[in-house]
C-alpha cells in the first residue's frame, strides 16, 4: 500500500488528484539524502586506490575530503539561499540543503600526503596512494 500512495499523506493524494490547480502544498526544502544516497565506486591496483563518488548540485568548495588511516569520510553541503523578492511567494521548493556525510573504511592505510581529489560534472574522483610499507598479512591456521 505504501508503493502507491507517495510521499504525502492519503488526503494530500486525493485534494491533488481532485482539483489539481487548486491545491499546492508549501514546502520549503526536501530532507537531506541519507549518507548511503551518495553513491560510492572503490577501484584498486597495486600502487593506489580510486574513489569516485557521486555529489551532484554541490560546489566544490563545499565538498570536504578527509583521510585518517585506512578510514576516508566525505562532507557535503549544500546551503539554501532564498532570493525571493517582495512580490515573489514561494509556493514549492524541492532543493535539498544542509549536510551529507559519508565514511567507509579501506583495507591498507592511505599515503594523505600524495593523495589528490578531483570535482568535475557532480563527480568527485580521488586518487588514494597506498601507505608504503603496510600489506596485508595472511596468517597460516594451526
Request: charged share 30%; hydrophobic share 35%.
Amino acid at each position: 500500500m505504501n508503493a502507491l500512495i507517495g510521499r504525502g499523506g492519503l488526503l494530500d493524494e486525493f485534494f491533488r488528484d481532485a482539483n489539481p490547480g487548486f491545491y499546492i502544498r508549501a514546502l520549503h526544502g526536501d530532507p537531506l539524502p541519507s549518507p548511503s544516497q551518495i553513491k560510492v565506486d572503490v577501484k584498486e591496483n597495486e600502487a593506489a586506490y580510486t574513489v569516485h563518488a557521486e555529489v551532484p548540485g554541490v560546489a566544490k568548495e563545499d565538498i570536504q575530503v578527509a583521510i585518517d588511516g585506512s578510514l576516508v569520510s566525505l562532507r557535503a553541503e549544500v546551503t539554501q539561499k532564498d532570493e525571493q523578492t517582495k512580490d515573489d511567494k514561494l509556493l514549492r521548493s524541492e532543493r535539498f540543503y544542509g549536510a551529507v556525510e559519508r565514511s567507509f573504511q579501506l583495507p591498507l592505510e592511505i599515503d594523505a600526503a600524495q593523495a589528490k581529489a578531483r570535482y568535475d560534472n557532480g563527480v568527485l574522483t580521488l586518487t588514494l596512494p597506498k601507505k608504503q610499507g603496510t600489506q596485508t598479512r595472511r596468517l597460516t591456521i594451526e
